[in-house]
């Protein structure tokens, strides 16, 4: 004979609510703001991005609490695009000497030099889809292009790298990638 369930059997999917995406913001403050800065270039649009950011995570629809700190990344993803709404088109490179590609580079930024380097574009490119781990498919349809713009500006940026004078590309690629990475890992072991 069958038994009869009973409803509090059913297992209860459990929802992010705004203390969660409040606790993960804290725990994970400086590598959340290390992704807007990557992003926006500029401490203040970085600021305002992760605020943004923390706002729409907490007044999100209902997410499971698993996916919170993935959501809470991508809400950052999303905002920086808003408000830097990176397009090839718009996306032209400085060559004044103060500064790298588009953003002024300090000396507290310096190891992220190769990245802010590159073009607004690029650098969406490229932090979404190689340090966030992003697909292609995420990215066009995140920045509004084709599949051949993502994989262009990605190959760009790359190269841009690779011939980076300051340091070589493992250098680069490793330091920020590890830089990124710990941020995460302590975001996830938080």
């Known amino acids: 004979m069958t038994q009869a369930r009973n409803i509090s059997d059913v297992p209860v999917a459990a929802y992010a609510v705004a203390g969660d995406f409040c606790r993960i913001f804290a725990e994970g403050m400086s590598g959340i703001y290390l992704l807007s800065f990557l992003l926006t270039g500029d401490r203040v649009k970085a600021e305002q991005c992760f605020v943004s950011g923390l706002e729409d995570s907490v007044g999100a ?21 808003r408000m830097m709404q990176p397009t090839r088109e718009r996306s032209a490179s400085s060559k004044a000497p103060v500064a790298v590609g588009e953003v002024e580079v300090s000396d507290s930024s310096a190891e992220l030099a190769p990245v802010l380097g590159l073009k607004t574009f690029e650098r969406f490119v490229f932090v979404m889809s190689v340090l966030e781990g992003y697909s292609d498919q ?7 292009c084709s599949r051949q713009d993502i994989v262009r500006a990605r190959l760009q940026a790359l190269k841009h790298m690779a011939t980076h004078e300051q340091t070589p590309v493992p250098e680069v690629a490793v330091g920020v990638g590890a830089l990124f990475a710990q941020h995460r890992l302590a975001a996830k072991t938080a």
Request: contains cysteine; glycine residues 0%; proline residues 0%.
């Open 61 to 81: 629809n209902r997410v499971f609490k698993e996916w919170a700190r993935s959501w809470a990344r991508r809400a950052i993803i999303q905002n920086a695009i």
């Open 138 to 144: 995420d990215c066009k349809t995140l920045l509004a």
